[in-house]
Nanobody, 118 residues
């Protein structure tokens, strides 16, 4: 079955960095775009980024542009999100999610919590 498993979250100070990973299985990873979506405490889902199947094309939300970098390793079926210059407002559960076409999502991971606090 399709699985997406995020890791790499934790507690970090403002200005710090983290790299999140999303290990996938159960589908042909190299054929699908993958999204990162986050949910801050008490708030709704916020789309963060998407990467094309080859990794050649990436798109970011304005709120993270210039600080977040999405990448993928198709040989390892793994997606990454490098987060730099973290802000308190970046505190959220971060989910990776498989695109099913036309920027629609059909599978989600369970998420990894990033907490930015001094």
């Amino acid at each position: 079955q399709v699985q997406l498993v995020e890791s790499g979250g934790g507690l970090v100070q403002p200005g710090g960095s983290l790299r999140l990973s999303c290990v996938t299985s159960g589908f042909t990873f190299r054929k699908y775009s993958i999204h990162w979506v986050r949910q801050a405490p008490g708030k709704g889902l916020e789309w963060v980024s998407v990467i094309s199947p080859s990794g050649a094309s990436t798109t970011y939300a304005d709120s993270v542009k210039g600080r977040f970098t999405v990448s993928r390793d198709n040989a390892k079926n793994t997606l990454y999100l490098q987060i730099d210059r973290l802000k308190i407002d970046d505190t959220a559960v971060y989910y990776c999610a498989k695109d099913v076409g036309h920027n629609s999502i059909d599978y989600w991971g369970k998420g990894t919590l990033v907490t930015v606090s001094s």
